[in-house]
């Protein structure tokens, strides 16, 4: 992933799509600077030449960054035009990635019992990606902290450390917070 942002971020600057790029390592890497993020608005996405399910992981990261802002309703409706491009072309990838957002935010926001729904609606997509686990049960984690359901948080902590490799710097910070 870092090879190929890296020659976007080189050669791709004249391109009509690069402005989706920037700043989309916020998955693979952790080194990230909200602060001088210029975000894509809804449109800007839905005027890009690009297929449905690249625009669907332009609106989760945007979503993502809208959440980061504190603008929880524009972060759901992205996040739901993009379950949209789900539900046309059942890409589980997206599937997963909307649900786990959401989840975040409802978390965020005190909505235990909606973020509780989705989580266990993950868990049919995370039987279908393997590499999906160690997230989903950092996040439950995280809700099973906010609720003080202390042993659950052990539990699922404990089994998202078999599921890691401590190389992966996103899920290892997820997991040491």
């Not at 609720?147 to 450390?161: F, G, I, R, T, V």
């Amino acid at each position: 992933c870092q090879e190929i942002y890296t020659y976007i971020l080189k050669n791709m600057k004249n391109d009509s799509t690069y402005p989706a790029f920037v700043n989309a390592n916020m998955f693979f890497n952790v080194n990230w600077e909200f602060g001088k993020i210029t975000m894509l608005s809804y449109e800007q996405i839905q005027q890009m030449p690009l297929n449905a399910v690249s625009k669907a992981y332009l609106l989760i990261k945007e979503a993502y960054l809208q959440f980061l802002a504190e603008n929880k309703v524009e972060a759901m409706k992205y996040l739901n035009q993009a379950e949209e491009v789900y539900q046309e072309t059942d890409n589980i990838y997206i599937e997963s990635f909307v649900l786990a957002e959401k989840t975040q935010i409802l978390e965020e926001y005190g909505e235990f019992r909606k973020a509780v729904t989705l989580y266990e609606q993950m868990l049919t997509s995370i039987e279908e990606i393997p590499t999906m686990k160690a997230s989903y049960y950092i996040g439950i984690a995280g809700l099973h902290i906010r609720q003080l359901k202390l042993k659950e948080a052990k539990e699922d902590l404990d089994q998202a450390e078999t599921l890691f490799d401590r190389k992966l710097e996103n899920i290892s910070s997820a997991y040491l917070y």
